[in-house]
């Protein structure tokens, strides 16, 4: 069966969630892909806290509302901008309701395939049907952007595991377990791990874990105000105001990120929000994790059913086996990774190392193709690694689509007999203009 909409939203985590809510206030027709907060239920430990501070960890609707603090108040829970620690279920719970109270034409399907024909794409779902739309916003998260150190890269699963390969942690239980790498994610990783009965080796690269403070009310005035504002929190371990003002830049207004150089732009990006374990961590790594610095894994192997890792530090060379290794490297995007996109149009892409190069409005070089959260942060910054940044990029994208919908509408206006399923449901709002897509579609498809 094919159907049809203006715009479609693939993946339903706070990025697609929130635009979702702002194209309905619009009145763009559209249909949202993906399980609500799927990512979050299934691929992040459950114990795990946020890094982000419950201000910074909203959802956005239009005219506000449906926070945090909101959900806080819905299931009569005491509410602190900072120092709330919000466990990752609760966290999937906020997202879900959320979507219950916002967000009523999503479809729980994966996207197989999506390509491009006479201006209109084609997306094959895993339920058999397929869609067809006028625009498509990528709201993809980090998941299919795993990074692994070269040496790691030929040990076949579950021996070798990324970080966002597995939810609950309960597995590792009575295992020996190498966890590779010095971010929140690896040291948050190793607590849960340990606390479930692993034992727990972390192997860092840098001279040491890398702390981030706690924030304190102490020094000057700027420096005050400029941390009590900062949705993402410092970005260089540093008091210098310049800096500080430039946290505040990039997590406050990403759109200035935009504008500047791609030289800058890149630099930014490598040295700031660094990998770092949250302070509050501390206690319950230090002294109960066995924590390897100034490490590099230059060779790793299955051998009689466990990995063996050679590891190189500052003592010179050692071997370190495992039930199994847990990276937690990092990502790196890489539009090329997300296999559902077509040839032509990933041929089409301008991209920049891997990201795509996106307007001012989150579009990409191919017409009403839009790209946000993580995927976004080469031409937004750090900001859209983060919930966060929804903030700025949600209203700007919805903005945008609405004004070409609005724009474009009376061109394709199609008669009442072209009304699709969801249409007659009332899912995919006027639906007028989505009529007029399946219209021409069938057309060129004769
Ligand atoms: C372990 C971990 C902890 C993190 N903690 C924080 C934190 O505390 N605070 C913070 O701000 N950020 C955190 N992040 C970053 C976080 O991932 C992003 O901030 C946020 O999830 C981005 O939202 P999103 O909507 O872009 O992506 P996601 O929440 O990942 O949602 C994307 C969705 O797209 C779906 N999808 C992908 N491909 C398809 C397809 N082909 N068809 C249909 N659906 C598809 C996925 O299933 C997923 O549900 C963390 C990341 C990780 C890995």
Known sequence: MISSTDTVIVGAGPYGLSTSAYLTEAG????????????????TPPGMLLRSEAFASNLYAPGGGYTVEDYCRHIHMEYKPVGLHLPVEMFVDYGQWFQSELVAHIRPVEVQDMCRKDGYFRLGLSDGSSLVARRVVLS????????APSALRGVPKPYVLHSGDFGDAMWAR?????????????????????????????LVRGEAVNWSKEPRTSSGIMSRLLRARVGLGRGWD??????????????????????????????????????SGAWWLRDRVEGKIEISTRTEVSHAEVRSGRVVLEVDSGNGTSAISADHVVLATGFKVDMARHAFISSEILSSLSLIDGSPDLTSNFETSVRDLYVLGPAAAMSFGPALRF???????????ARHIG????????????????????????????????????????????
């Open 140 to 147: 993809l998260g980090l998941k299919a952007f795993g990074q």
């Open 238 to 275: 540093s008091n210098k105001p310049w800096l500080l003002a430039m946290s505040y830049m990039l997590s406050e207004y990403p759109a200035s990120f935009h504008k500047l150089s791609l030289q800058h732009r890149q630099r930014i990006l490598e040295t700031s929000w660094g990998p």
């Open 28 to 43: 763009v027709p559209h249909q949202v892909l993906g399980l609500p907060m799927h990512a979050w239920k299934n691929f």
């Open 387 to 397: 919930i966060y940044g929804a903030r700025c990029a949600v209203p700007r994208v």
């Open 403 to 446: 004004g070409r919908f609005k724009r474009e509408a009376g061109r394709f206006a199609a008669p009442p007999h072209a009304a699709t399923p969801e249409l007659a449901n009332g899912h995919a709002g006027s639906g007028v203009h989505a009529g007029g897509v399946l219209q021409a579609v069938e057309r060129n498809a004769e």
């Open 174 to 202: 009575g295992k020996e377990i190498v966890i590779v790498g010095g971010g929140q994610s690896a040291i948050g990783l190793a607590a849960l791990m340990g606390q479930v009965g692993a034992r727990v080796r972390l």
